[in-house]
């Protein structure tokens, strides 16, 4: 099953009411505003998408497991590609981001 974080279309340049309205399309609810002012989107399946006070997106699957049992969740890019885990790159920045 593809996670709902990977299956929404590129935000990127949408207004922040544009990219709610897609979000609540595809079955997203807004849950939460963290202190740090994120403002979360959770899906039934686990997906989360977080929007930075600056307009970036971050894509999030469900939680899943490693081999020693320790839980994580994969980012996606703009594009619904996994982005994979670098130690010592940028690899927490999506490329996805709203007009404010």
Known sequence: MTP??????DLTGK???EALTILSNYGFKF????????????HSDGSIIHIRPSGEIVRTGPKIKTSQGKPYRRRYDQNGNQIQFI???NTHNTGEILIL
């Open 87 to 89: 130690p010592g790159a």
């Open 31 to 42: 849950p939460t505003k963290t202190r740090g002012k994120y403002e979360t989107f959770a």
């Open 4 to 9: 709902a974080a990977q299956q929404l279309p």
């Open 15 to 17: 207004t922040t009411s």
